[in-house]
């Protein structure tokens, strides 16, 4: 009997402990709006830099020595990301998984693409950063973690089995995203040959206004199994 009490008592501290793991900090209780536009903010700086590169480099001369509208637009969407985790870091007090996983690949595959002048670095970097969250998603599944949780954790509070599945899911669809990727901009280049610049718009509009909606309605899909495995917060000694 005593055995069993001991069993329960060291069950309870781990899901203590994995409990307060997941648990929000108050930064990103009180700053739901900031951590969005941070996301948001490069992505639309880097389409702006791709629309108007030519303007750009019009009343900005310097930017010539990035090469065309789509590397000054990388080179901006580059200054822009580091921007965001510099705010993220003093804001919110730490740097969340996916800007900080998305801001290396875009610092390394915008400066290869810059230096080397070719957009296929600049290209595949959605695929390579989707491709790593799912990789690691996925692989933080088979060694019993719910990575997911630590990302969300701010916007929903579920049980175990939910956090599990909801990993499985993002984990998939960041893989789906990445092939996604790599078909419309292999796509595009092959349709619109010799018209690069046809190609370039037609890939960062894709990458600005119908990545970021998929991605909403993919996260709508999964309220039914959020509702569902939804667990109320603890409640606050004295509240």
């Known amino acids: 009997m005593n055995d069993k009490n001991e069993y329960d008592d060291r069950e309870s501290a781990a899901m203590t402990t994995s409990d307060r793991d997941l648990a929000p900090s108050a930064a990103d209780k009180h700053h739901p709006l900031l951590k969005l536009v941070l996301e948001l903010g490069p992505l639309l700086v880097f389409y702006f830099g791709n629309l108007r590169g030519e303007w750009l480099v019009q009343h900005f001369p310097q930017l010539t020595t990035l090469g065309g509208p789509l590397f000054v637009a990388t080179g901006l969407f580059m200054v822009a990301t580091v921007i965001s985790l510099i705010i993220s870091k003093v804001m919110l007090g730490h740097l969340p998984l996916i800007p900080f996983v998305s801001g290396i690949v875009v610092l390394i595959s915008g ?63 960041f893989f789906v995203l990445a092939v996604l990727n790599e078909v419309v901009w292999r796509g595009s280049n092959w349709y619109y040959l010799p018209d690069t610049k046809a190609a370039d718009n037609l890939w960062v509009n894709f990458k600005v206004w119908a990545t970021m909606p998929i991605t909403i309605l993919f996260t709508l899909s999964q309220m039914p199994l959020i509702m569902k495995h939804t667990v109320e917060p603890p409640v606050e000694n004295g509240k």
Not at 137 to 142: R, S, T
Request: proline share 2%; hydrophobic share 50%; glycine share 14%.
């Open 111 to 173: 400066a290869l693409g810059i230096y080397l002048q070719n957009e296929t670095f600049i290209k595949m970097k959605p695929t390579i950063i989707n491709a790593a969250l799912g990789g690691v998603l996925l692989g933080g599944l088979a060694f019993g973690k719910s990575l997911l949780g630590y990302i969300f954790n701010a916007a929903f509070q579920l049980d175990a089995e939910g956090w599990r599945k909801l990993t499985l899911r993002w984990g998939i669809f």
